[in-house]
T-cell receptor
């Protein structure tokens, strides 16, 4: 059973546009929702994360929107740049799991110049 | 931010040989580290949870005798792929938690000929 569903699988955006990636989860015990950025041949890097007590978190051009009732969260990349082209993974975990993450399937983002 | 160092970044070996991958937390102590496996264009799959001073916890379907994990200190965990075969070729990534955040190593690309 897939604990977190991520969409879309791939996304192409023009430079300056907004990139939106969505994730949905089932287990209400999850209490930490990070997003990771991964470039080819590299490990994932933490981009931004949110806890369920807030509905939105913004860091620079990156924003997480969180809908607890719908069990969904999304990543918004404002003013997308070609350097943002990478694979993005959402993840879920619970505080009682020592940060054992379950990852979404990933979204390949391409930002056209 | 916290740094997790993984070595080697790339290794090519002959079928039947063993390969050791090291994961170090450089500026923090990690009682728990995680090992993931990633196939091309796929998500990260948790293989095992490495606990300092005790046996690793393996995910279902992961052979503990094939993927030996040792967490000898608070800053070092090793993954040894024993008697490697071509189907073990993959990208292996370690991670370690500090506080609420999880940081990843840069990954090891294993190619078994």
């Amino acid at each position: 059973q897939q604990q977190v569903k991520q969409s879309p699988q791939s996304l192409i955006v023009q430079k300056g546009g907004i990139s939106i990636i969505n994730c949905a989860y089932e287990n209400t015990a999850f209490d930490y929702f990070p997003w990771y950025q991964q470039f080819p041949g590299k490990g994932p890097a933490l981009l931004i994360a949110i806890r369920p007590d807030v509905s939105e978190k913004k860091e620079g051009r990156f924003t997480i929107s969180f809908n607890k009732s719908a069990k969904q969260f999304s990543l918004h990349i404002m003013d997308s740049q070609p350097g943002d082209s990478a694979t993005y993974f959402c993840a879920v975990t619970s505080s009682g799991s020592a940060r054992q993450l379950t990852f979404g399937s990933g979204t390949q983002l391409t930002v056209l110049p | 931010g916290a740094v997790v160092s993984q070595h080697p970044s790339r290794v090519i070996c002959k079928s039947g040989t063993s390969v050791k991958i090291e994961c170090r937390s450089l500026d923090f102590q990690a009682t728990t580290m995680f090992w993931y496996r990633q196939f091309p264009k796929q998500s990260l799959m948790l293989m095992a949870t490495s606990n300092e001073g005790s046996k690793a916890t393996y995910e279902q379907g992961v052979e503990k005798d094939k993927f030996l994990i040792n967490h000898a200190s608070l800053t070092l965990s090793t993954l040894t792929v024993t008697s490697a075969h071509p189907e073990d070729s993959s990208f292996y990534i370690c991670s370690a938690a500090t506080g609420a955040k999880l940081f990843f190593g840069s990954g090891t690309q294993l190619s078994v000929l």
